[in-house]
């Protein structure tokens, strides 16, 4: 009988990047040509590796959060400026602004408890369904990471690379924690496992998720699901939809594709009903 042939592993990325650094330093080993591919920073950030790097950062979150198990999530936009209740407006220009933003911190606390909410009803499903993600830095985000931490669940933060550098929030699970450089491979992570968004007050990057959100709705590339507006106040002044439908540049109907709510409570019947979950009452300690 023929001897089978022991099957030998391949040498790991990192077992061949360490043989890299043993072999001899020459002309031709210091060259950028010698490198290997996957560790030669200068191609790897290369024009031509624009269309890898995409593929590279859409993967590391998908088989990440795959390998959890995680299957879905509730998104919760807003604005980073919006501070918690009591603290100051730092990025307010003048007074006006200060007062604005001082008084739409209420938001930072249905942010909180509508994230309590959505943890809640996730623990029962041993997290891996309704999983809340945020982007990761302050204001509304850090307000859906601390609700989740305060019932003790996990949160994911999908955060982007700015010009002005910032941290993720402490509040997010630091497993789940990613960082992308492109906007669009982090849309597409945002609106993947959603099924629910919650948009709260902010600026050109919160308009710019929802009207995303709600193309994609209103065309059917993506299902119905629940899309909140929290605060009819804001949202009646910041924008007229009604006026797209006067005007016929959108269709008939196409305004109810969201749902305004102003607390916490309401949004998170809205996705109750919607998904037919069961009843959750938060602890007096949460309010």
């Not at 308009?207 to 059917?220: K, S, Y």
């Amino acid at each position: 009988m023929a001897r089978r042939r022991q099957h030998t592993p391949l040498r790991t990325s990192q077992q061949d990047i360490d043989a890299t650094r043993r072999i001899p330093r020459t002309p031709q080993t210091e060259s950028p040509a010698y490198r290997l591919a996957f560790s030669d920073e200068d191609f790897m950030t290369s024009e031509a590796l624009r269309g890898v790097r995409f593929q590279l950062e859409y993967l590391k979150p998908e088989m990440m959060l795959s390998e959890m198990g995680i299957t879905s999530t509730v998104v919760l936009f807003g604005g980073a400026r919006i501070p918690a209740p009591g603290k100051d407006a730092w990025a307010a220009k003048n007074e006006t602004a200060r007062k604005n933003l001082e008084a739409n911190s209420r938001y930072y606390d249905e942010a909180r408890r509508f994230a309590q909410y959505i943890s809640l009803a996730s623990k029962a499903l041993d997290y891996k369904e309704y999983v809340v993600v945020t982007g990761g830095g302050p204001g509304v985000m850090e307000a859906g990471n601390l609700g989740a931490s305060e019932v003790d669940a996990p949160s994911i933060a999908f955060n982007i690379v700015l010009p002005h550098e910032q941290a993720p929030n402490l509040y997010v699970t630091p497993e789940l924690c990613f960082n992308f450089h492109y906007f669009a491979t982090r849309k597409i992570h945002f609106l993947l496992r959603a099924r629910a968004v919650a948009i709260f007050p902010g600026g050109f990057g919160t308009l710019d998720e929802f009207f995303e959100t709600l193309t994609l709705i209103q065309t059917g590339r993506m299902e119905r699901m629940p899309l909140l507006l929290f605060g009819k106040n804001f949202w009646d002044r910041a924008i007229n939809l009604k006026v797209l439908e006067e005007e016929g540049t959108i269709s008939p109907g196409d305004t109810e594709l969201f749902t305004t709510v102003d607390t916490a409570e309401e949004g998170w019947e809205v996705i109750r009903q919607f998904y037919d979950l069961p009843r959750i009452t938060l602890g007096e300690d949460a309010k």
